[in-house]
Structures are given as C-alpha cells and as structure tokens.
C-alpha cells in the first residue's frame, strides 16, 4: 500500500501466495524454503517466488482458494521452471506514480500549458548554464597559472554573465511551475467538490465527512506536485551535469 497499490490488489496477492506456499508445503514438507524478491518498477511492482524442487505448477489445477484469489486480480502470476527451481513472477501494477499523476493532472492545466513549456525550457537552459559555468571556471584557472590577467577579467566576467542569465531563467522557472501548480490545483479542488455534491447523504454518514475532506486536499495536493517533482527531477540532472 505504501508503493501505491490498490487495497484490493494487496489483498488478492496475499491470499494467492499464501494458498500457493501452502500447495508447496503440502507437496515438499513443511520445511520447503523459499524466497521472494521484489523489485520496484516505474509502473508495476515485480514480487519473484522461488521454491526449489522438483517441477509442480500450483496454476495447473488451481484450488478454489486460489481460483478465487485470482479472480478478476491485475498482477497474476506466471509460472516458469528453471534449473530446479519453480519461479511464480507477480506484476502488480501501480496507480500512484509520477507519470500518472501528471497524466492524469494535465487535463486540469487549462490555459496554463504554455506556461508549463515556458517553465521546462527555462528549466532546461539553466541545465546548459549550469554545464557552461565549471568550463569557464577551469579556465579561469588556467588562465591564472598562465599569468594572463587580462583574459581572467574577461572570462571572469563572462562566468558572473552566465550566473545573472541562470539565475534570471531558475527565477522564471520556478514561478512559472507555482502558477502551473496553484492554477492545477484549483481546477482539481473545483471538479471535486463538484463531484463530492453528487455523493447521497447515506454515503456521506457512512464513511464519514472526514474522509472526504482529507481526500479533497491529500489526493489534489498529490496529483498538482506531480509537475514540481518533474522539474526537481530536471534541476538535479543539470546538478549532476554541471558537477
């Protein structure tokens, strides 16, 4: 759940793996290692089941735990035997992802996608200025074990040009991605209650109108930082070209 996967998808695949361990224990004893593996991908968590012996596929006949498990289940599990190993692979797809969240946001930027651009070109010439501004450095360097004063005037001038043009474009970066985010928000926010008005009066006593409030402002919040975290994404890449 912490991954970002559904309630229901948690529930399945514990069900599924344990009714599967249970099939092992009951062909090779109670004592059968396994091992599982879990990999985290950008849009699916990948969980490996090892069991060693001899070959035994718990999907060939299914009991009816296990059939029930793997009803309707996203991230069921593909059976594979190799070199005394019997390997069940889950991909569990993920729903609260980076890319998702600005997919889904993006039909929310209304009349803000220019700026949008705007804040992800200047992002992206501050990354050039960042990779000019050590070249200029080192030259200043070299310059001055050359004893040539007259060209570390000028390249030095040059470097503190490069920092006053970076610093101009983070500055138009970084409020154009707010403007983006405070505008994405809000037509977030508006959908929702709009939405949350169509909700009966029994659903509300049910679950309660905290949980909607929470859900008004976490999920929103989650969904229009999605954008702030591609632009910090892009500054540490021309971070780490500049070093």
Request: one cysteine or more; glycine letters at 6%; charged letters at 20%.
């Amino acid at each position: 759940r912490q991954t970002g996967l559904k309630q229901g998808s948690c529930l399945k695949f514990r069900i599924s793996l344990e009714e599967i361990l249970l099939i092992y224990m009951e062909a090779f004893g109670a004592e059968t290692p396994f091992f599982l593996n879990l990999k985290k991908k950008s849009g699916d968590i990948r969980i490996l089941l090892t069991v060693k012996g001899k070959r035994l596929d718990p999907l060939e006949n299914k009991t009816l735990i296990l059939q029930r498990s793997l009803l309707d289940f996203d991230g069921a599990p593909v059976f594979r035997f190799n070199d005394g190993e019997n390997l069940l692979e889950y991909r569990l797809p993920l729903y609260n992802t980076i890319l998702k969240n600005v997919r889904m946001s993006w039909k929310y930027m209304q009349g803000q996608r220019k700026t949008f651009v705007l804040a992800v070109v200047s992002q992206f010439i501050s990354v050039g200025l960042n990779i000019v501004a050590p070249v200029l450095s080192a030259q200043v360097i070299v310059n001055l074990e050359n004893n040539l004063f007259r060209q570390i005037l000028l390249v030095a001038l040059a470097l503190l040009a490069v920092r006053a043009v970076n610093v101009f474009f983070l500055f138009v970066s970084n409020r154009s991605y707010n403007i983006v985010y405070n505008k994405t928000l809000s037509n977030l926010e508006k959908d929702l209650v709009h939405g949350t008005l169509r909700i009966s009066n029994y659903c509300i006593d049910e679950k309660g109108a905290g949980l909607f409030i929470q859900r008004l402002t976490s999920d929103t919040s989650a969904l229009a930082t999605g954008f702030n975290t591609l632009a910090d994404l892009i500054s540490q890449i021309g971070n780490y070209l500049g070093i």
